[in-house]
């Protein structure tokens, strides 16, 4: 399994399927290019997720940013990273994110990625002595759409995943359990952007 759809998770996955591994990339939000994805906050700030809003604003972008890095620096190797300025060295946010998703493309992991399906717990699975061997009941590819190996695997994975909104009456959805050989945690870091409380 692959936790996140922004670059590394979409290079995690790309890497998984060259070394013909069957793989399920989980990405919370409805679309991929984690942290280069821009939304605005309904009343036209972008919301602070670290002030309690990060379910609707999940990245410290901005309407004007840029990178800091020449795109032929973050280019990788196999993709050439085109923007609609042929001079413009430094790329905007929405050049960044349509260059990732010509990559998911290209790399054909398109329909490896469950969007608005968020983890909400990674553990070793262990039987019912303790020992670490897992016990999948799952068929191939469930319902659901995660990929687990059926029966038992010593060091396998247990991810827990819940739908995001879609909720019904008030209750959450259920949460869906499936089994890895091993977990790519790549959720990012600037998901939650740290805002000092400054008195005055």
């Not at 890095?69 to 085109?82: A, R, T």
């Amino acid at each position: 399994a692959v936790i996140g759809a922004g670059a590394a998770g979409l290079v995690a996955a790309k890497q998984l399927r060259a070394a013909s591994m069957g793989v399920t990339v989980c990405e919370q939000k409805d679309s991929i290019g984690g942290t280069w994805v821009f939304r605005a906050h309904p009343d036209g700030e972008t919301a602070i997720p670290s002030l309690g809003d990060h379910d609707e604003v999940h990245s410290s972008m901005y309407e004007s940013l840029h990178t800091n890095l020449p795109k032929d620096i973050m280019e990788f190797s196999d993709v050439p990273f085109e923007v609609s300025a042929s001079d413009l060295r430094f790329p905007g946010h929405r050049d960044v994110l349509h260059y990732l998703e010509l990559c998911a493309s290209e790399w054909k992991v398109r329909d490896e990625i469950r969007l608005r399906t968020r983890v909400e717990s990674v553990s070793l699975a262990r039987d019912e002595a303790g020992a670490d061997v897992a016990t999948a009941t799952a068929t191939a590819t469930g319902a659901d759409g995660l990929r687990s190996r059926p029966g038992r695997w010593p060091g396998m994975w247990r991810v827990e995943s819940r739908p995001v909104g879609t909720e019904k009456g008030g209750l959450p959805p259920a949460s869906t359990v499936a089994f890895f050989d091993a977990v790519v945690v790549c959720n990012g870091h600037y998901s939650r952007p740290l805002v000092p409380a400054i008195p005055g």
